[in-house]
């Protein structure tokens, strides 16, 4: 049975025409037709598109990350630090305006970073959505589209506010001191593995904690973006995501420390519900792994004749099969029946060094979850296309993340 709100038809006895009304200001929205077609399934219409940011002077970050890259491999937390507080800044400027305009709520939040001359500018960007009943209610933050928030509500995921977790890190002595020692022989370098496992998991803890401050008990939709900031070689990597309330899933939340998190799509959402499971962690595994001395010679050598580079073959597996591993043994302490939706990555680090990332939500069937309608509208799937393609590329900054990619 369909369960999702009708919009209200018009009385087909009543042939008068319409009282006269004052003309509605014109709203300008970044939702697309559909988007707006899944929204008003669950009673909700377009509002304007509203923008909050602040803008933070580079020569701190760029001094900072230049003075400890060299001393310490990990996180370097002040910049970490600064950066989600720039991040939090432009969000709550975006929160004021939202307030001020009565939106119900803010669909495809991002939190962008755009780098001018000597600047560094945190930039939030979202479309307000109003109550088409014109109910008041507490506004609510989404990262999600207004086509993913269809699928996410329609699972069962009531959405509360946009969250995100960062770590800046830098590999520091790794790369200086301890791993040339490390590359003389090849194989993975476990030191490596530690620093970028230690990071990569820290943007994780750190969106569960922000999901556990607004009551929420999972995170959906989440996106994971790694990106130099500036040129003071160090990284942020940045996961984002929709901090939502399922009562379905309540019973498995404590398994993950009260809160599931997810990088499946609203749709993959909406599919594994329908089937009777639930996310219940994004989990990631890294490896690093140093093709060594003798290796790289061989490489090199091989480079000027056809055929297999056979010490190239073997690393990359390696690497492969232990980042996996790691992503099985998260999955399997934690009880979960399937890890979905893997994506592998390689990251060249440099020095004859390369991280092999993998990456996947782990789900678990779960009694009495369902979705609210027997199959999704098409409106809800079909992938909007880009009308306006820019092949010049020219711009006053550089966007260097791509939340929605």
């Known amino acids: 049975m369909d369960n999702q709100p009708q919009a209200p038809t018009a009385d087909p006895s009543h042939n008068a025409p319409p009282a006269a009304s004052a003309p509605r200001a014109t709203r300008y929205s970044g939702l697309s037709g559909n988007e707006m077609y899944c929204l008003s399934l669950i009673g909700y219409q377009?509002?304007?598109?509203?923008?909050g940011n602040?803008?933070?002077?580079?020569?701190?970050?760029?001094?900072?990350g230049s003075s400890l890259r060299t001393m310490a491999g990990g996180e370097i937390k002040q910049i970490t630090n600064m950066i989600a507080q720039g991040r939090e800044l432009s969000l709550s400027r975006f929160g004021q305006e939202l307030a001020q305009t009565g939106g119900a709520g803010a669909a495809g939040v991002t939190s962008e970073l755009i780098?001018?001359?000597?600047?560094?500018?945190?930039?939030?960007?979202?479309?307000t959505l109003h109550r088409a009943d014109g109910a008041s209610q507490a506004p609510f933050t989404s990262s999600s589209d207004g086509q993913e928030l269809f699928c996410q509500w329609d699972a069962g995921y009531q959405p509360l506010s946009f969250v995100f977790g960062n770590v800046a890190y830098s590999i520091g002595v790794a790369r200086g001191v301890l791993g040339s020692f490390r590359q003389l022989a090849k194989g993975e370098v476990k030191q490596y593995s530690g620093i970028f496992n230690t990071t990569r998991n820290a943007a994780l803890e750190r969106i569960q904690q922000e999901a556990r401050?607004?009551?929420?008990?999972?995170?959906?939709?989440?996106?994971?973006t790694i990106l130099p900031v500036g040129t003071s070689g160090v990284q942020e990597m940045i996961m984002i995501g929709t901090a939502s309330y399922n009562p379905q899933v309540q019973s498995i939340a404590g398994i993950v420390g009260g809160v599931t998190t997810s990088d499946l799509t609203a749709e993959e959402t909406w599919n594994v519900a329908k089937l009777g499971y639930a996310p219940l962690k994004l989990v990631l595994g890294t490896s690093v792994y140093s093709l060594g001395f003798i290796g790289g010679i061989k490489s090199t050598l091989k480079n000027f004749v056809k055929g297999e580079i056979n010490e190239l073959t073997q690393l990359i597996y390696g690497a492969r099969e232990q980042s996996l591993k790691r992503v099985q043994e998260q999955a399997e302490a934690i009880g979960a029946d399937d890890v979905l939706g893997i994506k592998t990555y390689i990251y060249n680090i440099g020095s004859g060094l390369i991280e092999?990332?993998?990456?996947?939500?782990?789900?678990?069937?779960?009694?009495?979850?369902s979705t609210r309608s027997q199959q999704l509208?098409?409106?809800?799937?079909?992938?909007?296309?880009?009308?306006?393609?820019?092949?010049?590329g020219i711009s006053y900054g550089t966007n260097l993340e791509t939340p929605n990619g």
Do not use: W, Y
């Not at 602040?54 to 900072?64: D, E, L, R």
């Not at 009551?215 to 994971?224: D, L, Q």
């Open 356 to 369: 092999f990332l993998a990456i996947g939500t782990a789900v678990k069937r779960v009694e009495g979850i």
């Open 115 to 127: 780098f001018h001359p000597g600047n560094i500018e945190f930039l939030t960007v979202a479309s």
């Open 46 to 51: 377009p509002g304007n598109l509203l923008v």
């Open 213 to 224: 401050a607004c009551n929420a008990n999972s995170v959906m939709g989440i996106r994971t």
């Open 54 to 64: 602040s803008v933070f002077a580079m020569g701190f970050i760029g001094g900072m």
């Open 377 to 392: 509208p098409p409106q809800a799937i079909i992938r909007d296309k880009d009308t306006f393609i820019d092949t010049v």
